[in-house]
């Protein structure tokens, strides 16, 4: 039974009913979250590289190459561990299952690295049949370095330190490994549905 | 992570737009200093809504301390700095956040920037290391608009020591007789009172988006090691 908070009342607004998940508002801007600087990488430098389980490496684009993987437009909404939701985002970016679609593997699990250090961790299966992209545009843009630019993960279904920004690899894995934030106290998998945002939620 | 009933025990007003929450909470499991924490506050008829906000009281002090900048249009913020008073409840969860923590064990430099309401964690790692006795070098360099804006100002005077620095700087409006730096944290400044990479200090960086932006590329930029930089940043949505 919660604890009724004398004289609240709050703002009762609800445009997004039934589509924010719990204890998430919604927002207009697109605040920004990160652990650290901002990398700066330039795009003759920057490279996608996909490492199996077995520690090889198994495929690599440079960045013309990867663009010139078939790109889909991909409309969703994302929901940040720290509350905010923000509906309907414009994304453009390549489908895991185009990187990922020639690769013979057994594995369970991937863990998305990033410039900077960053990694996250998640069941492959939830990063296939359409699920996940590694996305360079968004809102017909570029997208910008601080929004994770050149090229981030999106994995809309899952709390948003999911879609790791700057990444520039997967990694495939029989074990399931702790990424940065689900280090240090988050969930391991994240669904904003289950309000899965902390360690025993 | 289970919901605590925390009680309204002392408010204090920190600037005219700011407060600091003094609360009595049962079976606190306490927490490391730069941690924040989810309030939820829920109205007669089951309608709730959360925000984050740091903890600004180091670990082991006697209450817990939220201090909470009113945002105009927000919706928990407006309750929190206004509404709550001695004795009324809302709910917490916490502690938050393995990553933007400073322990007291560490003995390398620690250098703190803040800048606004982003000062609370800061704040907290400061009290820390005076409440620990810790023998690392700490400067905190703290933006604020106007003296007016400033949280925590005796405070952190009377924190300053040997081994604590304060460099505060006024981006607004600063009196003709003010002492202080003016104009934004930059390279510059950063250049003059924070230390050479050579030492190298962990960075604590924590403010709105576009000042945390700037101050850690300022800090790369001066040759600071990227993996050294801890960033916690809050967008203007951060009601």
């Known amino acids: 039974m919660a604890v009724v908070s004398r004289g609240f009342q709050g703002r009762r607004r609800q445009p997004g009913a039934g589509l924010v998940p719990p204890g998430q508002y919604l927002v207009d801007d697109f605040p920004v979250l990160s652990a650290g600087p901002t990398p700066d990488v330039a795009l003759e430098d920057w490279d996608l590289t996909v490492v199996d389980e077995s520690g090889a490496v198994v495929a690599r684009w440079g960045w013309k190459a990867f663009l010139e993987l078939p790109a889909?437009?991909?409309?969703?909404?994302?929901?940040?561990?720290?509350?905010?939701?923000?509906?309907?985002?414009?994304?453009?970016?390549?489908?895991?299952?185009?990187?990922?679609?020639?690769?013979?593997?057994?594995?369970?699990?991937?863990?998305?690295?990033?410039?900077?250090?960053?990694?996250?961790?998640?069941?492959?299966?939830?990063?296939?049949?359409?699920?996940?992209?590694?996305?360079?545009?968004?809102?017909?843009?570029?997208?910008?370095?601080?929004?994770?630019?050149?090229?981030?993960?999106?994995?809309?279904?899952?709390?948003?330190?999911?879609?790791?920004?700057?990444?520039?690899?997967?990694?495939?894995?029989?074990?399931?490994?702790?990424?940065?934030?689900?280090?240090?106290?988050?969930?391991?998998?994240?669904?904003?549905?289950?309000?899965?945002?902390?360690?025993?939620? | 992570m289970r919901w605590l009933v925390a009680t309204v025990a002392e408010t204090v007003p920190e600037t005219a737009r700011v407060v600091t929450l003094r609360l009595d909470v049962p079976d606190w499991p306490s927490h490391r200093a730069g941690q924040h924490v989810d309030v939820r506050l829920t109205a007669e008829d089951g309608y709730s809504a959360q925000r984050s906000y740091s903890i600004a009281s180091p670990p082991g002090s006697e209450r817990l301390e939220l201090t909470v900048e009113r945002i105009d249009d927000g919706e928990v913020s407006p309750y929190l700095t206004t509404e709550a008073d001695l004795g009324d409840q809302f709910e917490l969860r916490g502690p938050i956040g393995g990553w933007f923590v400073w322990d007291g064990t560490d003995t390398a430099p620690v250098l703190l920037v803040g800048g606004g309401s982003g000062v609370v964690p800061l704040r907290a790692i400061m009290r820390q290391h005076a409440a620990s006795g810790s023998t690392a070098a700490m400067h905190l360099v703290y933006s604020a608009r106007t003296v007016g804006d400033l949280i925590y100002r005796e405070e952190l005077e009377a924190l300053a020591g040997p081994r604590r620095a304060v460099t505060v700087t006024l981006t607004r409006e600063a009196a003709p007789d003010w002492a202080g730096y003016r104009g934004r944290v930059d390279a510059g400044l950063l250049a003059e009172v924070g230390w050479p990479p050579s030492v190298q200090p962990h960075c604590y960086v924590c403010g709105p988006t576009a000042f945390v932006e700037a101050v850690a590329d300022a800090l790369v930029g001066l040759g600071h090691e990227p993996g050294r930089i801890r960033t916690e940043r809050f967008g203007p949505t951060g009601a």
């Open chain 1, 72 to 201: 889909e437009d991909v409309t969703v909404d994302i929901h940040c561990v720290t509350k905010w939701s923000k509906l309907g985002t414009r994304w453009q970016g390549v489908s895991m299952d185009t990187i990922l679609g020639g690769i013979d593997t057994a594995a369970e699990f991937v863990v998305a690295f990033s410039d900077g250090g960053y990694t996250t961790n998640l069941p492959l299966a939830d990063v296939l049949d359409g699920q996940a992209w590694v996305a360079h545009r968004f809102e017909d843009e570029d997208l910008e370095p601080e929004h994770g630019g050149p090229a981030r993960l999106l994995v809309p279904h899952l709390y948003f330190w999911k879609s790791a920004k700057w990444v520039r690899g997967l990694r495939l894995s029989d074990e399931d490994e702790p990424g940065f934030w689900e280090s240090v106290g988050y969930h391991n998998y994240g669904d904003p549905w289950r309000e899965q945002r902390y360690w025993g939620d």
